[in-house]
């Protein structure tokens, strides 16, 4: 009887151990990677122009606080989602003289822990948003028209099967494809009615002339990594153990936020 009051009262050392730590972001580096391939001419930003303001891209990021890091640092598995990192930045275990010998392991859930980055390649012509045109059949000379977009329109991307925790691993998968491209990624960006670009297309005598506005976007592929996620007491010791570890390959459409891709077309 006496060890186990001794045992009931060691658990609760640990519970009462328990305590915030403030989490602080991280800073966003100031140097980031060019886009790794070229962007045609017919690709135009128009930030400036677009009557919607679009929220920042940038996705927030969380420092690991020194707790949260050792933790990281002696995990066989690589661990990336920040809502976790959020978590266990909120927590900690403070060491006691009167936890040796006591043990406890905690279940933190399953998580998305990690996406690593294996194909991103742009689509300049994800969706068509506007047609400007005119017909010039009976006109004398050039009539020149350029981009208005009539309407306000809604541009979203999505994964491309479905996966537990979507939201960490959108999260996970636009921040990778931003490093590689170095373009405003987002999973839902607007282009505002009346938006518009000043550069001039001509439509000759007897034809029409069509002007296309596309909204582009990033094809993101890679891997997905899955795991039950422990934290294990052991005296005055904690780690995080991972375990029932799988892997999935994942795609996803990502947006380019306020950029469009423009063609022109005249016909007969």
């Known amino acids: 009887m006496k060890r186990h009051h001794e045992i009931m009262f060691l658990l609760l050392t640990f ?15 100031e140097l980031r990677k060019e886009a790794t ?6 690709v135009v930003n128009i930030g400036k122009e677009n009557t919607i303001s679009n929220p920042s891209s940038e996705l927030p990021r969380l420092a690991p606080s020194k707790f949260t890091k050792e933790l990281l640092e002696n995990s066989k598995v690589k661990i990336e989602n920040p809502n976790l990192i959020r978590i266990l930045n909120e927590s900690a275990v403070t060491k006691s003289p009167l936890s040796f010998g006591a ?8 998580w998305a822990l990690n996406y690593e980055s294996e194909e991103t390649d742009p689509n300049w012509k994800y969706q068509k948003i506007n047609t400007n045109f005119y017909d010039n059949r009976g006109g004398t000379g050039n009539y020149q028209i350029h981009y208005v977009q009539e ?12 996966v537990t925790h979507p939201e960490d691993v959108q999260k996970m998968m636009q921040e990778k494809a931003r490093e590689k491209v170095n373009l405003p ?16 297309y001509n439509i000759p005598p007897t034809r029409v002339g069509y002007l296309y506005a596309y909204a582009p976007a990033v094809s993101e592929k890679g891997k997905l990594t899955y795991g039950e ?40």
């Open 151 to 162: 309407s306000q329109k809604t541009i979203k991307g999505g994964l491309t099967s479905k």
């Open 15 to 29: 519970v009462l151990a328990m305590g915030p730590i403030t989490a602080t972001a991280a800073k966003e580096p």
């Open 103 to 110: 043990r406890a392991t905690i279940f933190l859930g399953e």
């Open 37 to 42: 391939f070229e962007i045609p001419s017919s």
């Open 185 to 200: 990624l987002s999973f839902e960006t607007l282009i505002g009615a009346g938006t518009k670009h000043t550069h001039v």
């Open 229 to 268: 996620v422990y934290l294990l007491l052991k005296g005055t010791k904690q780690k995080i153990v991972v375990k029932n570890v799988t892997t999935q390959e994942i795609g996803a459409w990502i947006p380019i936020q306020d950029h469009l891709s423009f063609s022109f077309e005249t016909r007969e």
